[in-house]
């Protein structure tokens, strides 16, 4: 049962323009959100999170999106850049779940030249 | 800036072998954690632990298991491997209620 949702395995934007990448929720419990980024290679690195007592964080060029009702956050990011091509992984927490994350199956962000 | 190592980048043993991955954190934080990531399935919980000598089950302990005899080091241990724990296995460490910082991952080919 997947409890996070990435529904799009891929995305390709054109450089300078907006990426919005989308993640839905099945476990109302859940009350922390993360997304992260993940080159080849590498470990996933901490992005940017939001709690659910709030609808907006933001942070320079990224800005996470919480819709509880909907149990859907999306990660928005302006203006897209080369460097922002990679995987990106959202995932959720509960404040019972001693601090384990639930991640999504990522979505491939492509930033075209 | 936190530093999460994994011994090895990449390793290769045969079926039957028990493996040892190795993952030290330097930033003194209680809870670390074990995922394997595999195409199209993203990242799996495999252990984690939040003190000295605890560990829980995660989502897929099955054929692993752990070691954590002091608060910098957790060991990921896969008793007698299996074509089926071919992947990528990422380490990661937290203080409580923050975001988990991880390493750079070991790609373990088992033949």
């Known amino acids: 049962d997947q409890q996070v949702k990435q529904n799009s395995p891929s995305l390709s934007v054109q450089e300078g323009r907006i990426s919005i990448l989308n993640c839905d929720y099945t476990?109302?419990?859940?009350?922390?959100f993360l997304w992260y980024k993940k080159y080849p290679a590498e470990g996933p690195t901490f992005l940017i999170s939001?709690?659910?007592?709030?609808d907006k964080n933001e942070d320079g060029r990224f800005t996470v999106f919480l819709n509880k009702s909907a149990k859907h956050l999306s990660l928005h990011i302006v203006p897209s850049q080369p460097g922002d091509s990679a995987v990106y992984f959202c995932?959720?927490?509960?404040?019972?779940?001693?601090?384990?994350?639930?991640f999504g199956k990522g979505t491939r962000l492509h930033i075209l030249p | 800036d936190v530093k999460v190592t994994q011994s090895s980048r990449y390793l290769v043993k045969r079926t039957g072998e028990k493996v040892f991955l190795e993952c030290v954190q330097d930033?003194?934080?209680?809870?670390m954690f074990w995922y394997r990531q595999d195409p199209g399935l993203g990242l799996r919980l495999i252990y984690f632990?939040?003190?000295?000598?605890?560990?829980e089950k995660g989502d897929i302990p099955e054929g692993y298991s752990v070691s954590r005899e002091k608060k910098e080091r957790f060991s990921l241990i896969l008793e007698s491997a299996s074509t089926n724990q071919t992947s990528i296995y990422l380490c990661?460490?937290?203080?409580?209620?923050?975001?988990?910082?991880f390493g750079d991952g070991t790609r373990l080919s088992i033949l």
């Open positions: 930033m003194d934080h209680e809870n």
């Open positions: 939001i709690s659910s007592i709030k």
């Open positions: 995932a959720a927490s509960a404040v019972d779940r001693d601090d384990k994350i639930i």
């Open positions: 476990n109302s419990m859940f009350d922390y």
């Open positions: 990661a460490s937290s203080r409580s209620n923050q975001p988990q910082h």
């Open positions: 632990s939040y003190d000295v000598k605890m560990k």
